[in-house]
């Protein structure tokens, strides 16, 4: 909904941050936009893995972000999580510890992930 604009990715940006060459951030980007393309278009069921930030799982046409612990104490500046959990419900619901089996997070226990 709306007007927004999509501004293109800033490849030399993400290279410099990352300290690799230009290519290979576009390589890797493409590559990983291709495989997961592939996926979903077969119905498979997707854990990608966004180092340090979470999980976002695909499965039957859902997607459901899981946010780390870490991740969001960073963003929130609260040290205990589980007082803001009892503040808002619902955060409970989109945390997830770095060492939880990623199948264990989905209904059918399969998954492809990306890491």
């Known amino acids: 909904p709306g007007n927004k604009e999509v501004a293109p990715l800033k490849y030399a940006k993400v290279a410099t941050v990352a300290s690799?060459?230009?290519?290979k951030v576009e390589g890797c980007i493409q590559g990983t936009a291709s495989l997961l393309s592939h996926c979903l278009g077969k119905g498979e069921n997707i854990a990608l893995v966004l180092r340090d930030v979470g999980v976002l799982l695909i499965e039957d046409r859902r997607v459901k972000m899981k946010y780390f612990c870490n991740f969001l104490e960073r963003m929130s500046g609260m040290k205990n999580?589980?007082?803001?959990?009892?503040?808002?419900p619902q955060l409970l619901d989109?945390?997830?510890s770095q060492v939880v089996?990623?199948?264990s997070l989905t209904f059918s226990g399969r998954?492809?992930?990306f890491p």
């Not at 690799?20 to 290519?23: D, F, G, I, N, P």
């Open 101 to 103: 089996p990623l199948a």
């Open 81 to 88: 999580l589980e007082i803001a959990g009892f503040k808002v």
């Open 111 to 113: 998954v492809i992930i």
């Open 20 to 23: 690799v060459s230009r290519l």
């Open 94 to 96: 989109m945390v997830v």
